[in-house]
C-alpha cells in the first residue's frame, strides 16, 4: 500500500472520528430535548418533589448541560455510559446482555442476503436486457416499496397462523438443535432480507453495468473473450470499490429495519431494548442505544470508503 492509499485512509479514519463526535453532540441534544421529566418519568407521577429533586441530584440532571455532556462523553468512551435510571443497574450491563442477539441477527442477515444479492446482481448485468434481468428489476423495485412490518405480517400470517410451520414469536432462548435455530430465526432473517436483496442486487447490478461500459471491456470482447470471462476478470475487480458501498448502504439499512423486526417478532435485542427505553424515558439507555446505532452505520460506511480506495487501481499502482 503506497502512501496516497495511506493518506487517504488516514484521512477517513479522522472524518469518521470528527463526525462520530458530532453526532454524539446530535444525540446528547435531541434526548435532552425530549417532553417530560426523565426523574419523574422514572419514579411516577406518584413520586413526592423531594424524591425526584434527589433522583436528579443522584444523577447528575440537575448539572448544565455542557457538564452533563461532559461527563457521558468521558464515560462512554471509558465503557461507562451511565447507569439506568429504571433499572438502577449499569447501562453497560443492560446491553451486553441484548447486543449480542441483535449482532447474531444481523450476521445471520448479512450471510443469507449479501451472496443471494451479489449472485442476482451480477448475473443481471451480464444478461442485462432479457427475461431474468427483466423480471429482478420489477421484483426489486417492488420489495423495495414494501415496508418492512407489512412483510413482518404477512410473513406471520402465512408460516405461523394459516401453515402453522414457525412461530409467531421468536424465542431465542432455549435453542439447542438447528431446526429450532432456523425456526427462531427463519421469520425475522427473512423480513430483513426482502428489501436489503433488492436493494443491493440493484445497485450491485448498475456498478457492474457502468464497468461493462468501459472502453477496456469493449476491448477484451473485440479480443474475444467469453462473456463470464469479461465479468469475472476484468469489469467484477474494478466494480469492487462501487460493490462495497452498496453492500455497506444496504447492510446499514439493517440498522432501522431491526427496530421494526424485534418488535413485531419479541426478538431479545438492543433495538427492543431502546425502545423500552424510549417508553420509561431512560435517558442514558436510550443515549447509549442510540450511539451504538450510529457507530454500526459510520463503521459500514468507513469500511466501504476504505475498500473502494484500496480497490482502485489508479491509487494502489501510483
Not at 38 to 50: I, K, V, Y
Not at 236 to 256: E, Q, T
Not at 268 to 291: E, F, H, K, N, Y
Request: charged share 10%; hydrophobic share 55%.
Amino acid at each position: 500500500m503506497n502512501g496516497t492509499v495511506g493518506r487517504l485512509i488516514i484521512n477517513r479514519l479522522g472524518l469518521g472520528i470528527l463526525t462520530l463526535l458530532l453526532v454524539s453532540i446530535g444525540v446528547f441534544l435531541i434526548t435532552n430535548l425530549l417532553p417530560g421529566d426523565a426523574a419523574q418519568a422514572a419514579l411516577g407521577q406518584s413520586a413526592t418533589p423531594e424524591t425526584v429533586a434527589a433522583l436528579r441530584l443522584q444523577f447528575g440532571l440537575d448539572q448544565p448541560a455542557p457538564v452533563r455532556y461532559f461527563y457521558w462523553l468521558s464515560g462512554l468512551l471509558s465503557g461507562n455510559p451511565g447507569i439506568s435510571l429504571v433499572n438502577n443497574v449499569p447501562v453497560a450491563q443492560l446491553i451486553a446482555g441484548r447486543l449480542p442477539s441483535s449482532l447474531l441477527l444481523a450476521a445471520v442477515t448479512a450471510a443469507v442476503s449479501v451472496p443471494i444479492a451479489l449472485t442476482l446482481g451480477i448475473t443481471s448485468a451480464m444478461y442485462r436486457g432479457s427475461l431474468f434481468d427483466r423480471v429482478i428489476s420489477v421484483g426489486s423495485v417492488s420489495m423495495v416499496s414494501v415496508p418492512e412490518f407489512l412483510v413482518a405480517t404477512i410473513a406471520v400470517m402465512i408460516f405461523a397462523v394459516k401453515l402453522r410451520w414457525l412461530s409467531a414469536l421468536s424465542h431465542t432462548a432455549d435453542i439447542a438443535s438447528a431446526g429450532q435455530f432456523l425456526k427462531a430465526y427463519a421469520m425475522p432473517v427473512l423480513t430483513l432480507c426482502c428489501v436489503i436483496v433488492a436493494q443491493m442486487s440493484r445497485m450491485t447490478r448498475a456498478a457492474v453495468i457502468d464497468q461493462l461500459s468501459s472502453s477496456y471491456v469493449e476491448m477484451a470482447a473485440l479480443k474475444g473473450a467469453r462473456p463470464t470471462r469479461i465479468v469475472l476478470s476484468h469489469a467484477l475487480p474494478n466494480a469492487i470499490g462501487p460493490i462495497a458501498n452498496a453492500v455497506a448502504l444496504s447492510l446499514s439499512y439493517l440498522l432501522g429495519g431491526v427496530i421494526i423486526v424485534e418488535s413485531i417478532f419479541n426478538y431479545p435485542g438492543i433495538a427492543s431494548l431502546m425502545i423500552d427505553a424510549v417508553t420509561t424515558r431512560d435517558m442514558p439507555l436510550v443515549q447509549a442505544c442510540a450511539m451504538i446505532f450510529c457507530c454500526a452505520y459510520l463503521l459500514l460506511v468507513l469500511a466501504a470508503d476504505i475498500c473502494a480506495i484500496v480497490s482502485n487501481p489508479r491509487l494502489r499502482n501510483r
